[in-house]
């Protein structure tokens, strides 16, 4: 207790003290644009539906966003989040307010202002908060009911590389860097760095070792305990 904001609402620093404003003026400055962002999801949505992604024909392009949104159940809200950062650096803060509560009713997907996601990020449900200044790299898959968020008094979050996998109900927790293609299980509790290509589990989360099943060669060599 008293590590996991999942029950607070989205740090809005857009509205939120003065002092902050610097560093979300420094995150909206590096946020890509809307069409790249969009693209990037829909490339990576389409594939793993075994579906084509053209974005050169504009309207079969178009047409097959739409059925993204209608056949999966977070495409939707991600979207929604995409507009809602590139509202926010239009300078419009209520329509990006607006877009933020698009995106919890489409799929109770969450995620504040400070966030700053790459262009090709995989959401294949919804129920999840993503809060603080937390970047995610490329090709990141994150599963429902994830939680990815700030310790408290602390408005840094973690710093999550490219191609990591974040499995069902796992939570990460503060300041944390988990480095380019990185597994967290599912229900794991991330408080620490995770090193680049490892798996880990539990709470708190720690790395796993693999066990390889041996071979039938491998049994039938090996000298058997008389």
């Keep these: 207790h008293g590590l996991d904001r999942a029950g607070a609402p989205p740090v809005r620093l857009g ?6 404003r610097p560093l979300l ?10 069409r790249a962002a969009v693209a990037a999801d829909a490339a990576i949505a389409s594939r793993q539906r075994g579906e084509a992604w053209d974005p050169t024909r504009r309207v079969a392009a ?4 739409i059925r993204l949104a209608l056949a999966t159940d977070a495409f939707g809200a991600l979207v929604a989040y995409r507009c809602q ?4 650096r239009a300078g419009h803060p ?17 995620i504040g202002d400070p966030v700053l996601i790459a262009p090709g990020l995989q959401l294949p ?14 090709g990141s898959l994150i599963r429902p009911f994830v939680t990815i968020g700030l310790a408290e008094q602390d408005l840094k979050g973690p710093t999550i590389g490219a191609d990591v996998k974040v499995g069902t ?21 991330v408080v620490d760095d995770v090193a680049a290509g490892t798996v880990v589990v539990g709470a708190p989360a720690r790395p796993c070792l ?10 039938s060599t090996s000298r058997m305990p008389s």
């Design 169 to 189: 109900g796992a939570k990460v927790i503060g300041p944390v860097t988990i480095a380019d293609g990185a597994t967290v299980g599912a229900n794991a509790v």
């Design 15 to 20: 509205r939120g003290p003065r002092r902050h």
């Design 94 to 110: 209520v329509l990006s307010g607006l877009a933020h509560r698009i995106a919890i009713v489409w799929a109770q997907v969450s």
């Design 25 to 34: 003026a420094d995150v909206q400055r590096r946020q890509p644009s809307l």
């Design 62 to 65: 178009l047409g097959q966003l």
């Design 210 to 219: 693999l066990y390889t099943s041996p071979s039938p060669r491998d049994l």
């Design 85 to 88: 950062v590139a509202l926010l």
């Design 125 to 138: 449900h919804g129920q999840v908060v993503i809060d603080g200044f937390t970047e995610i790299g490329p």
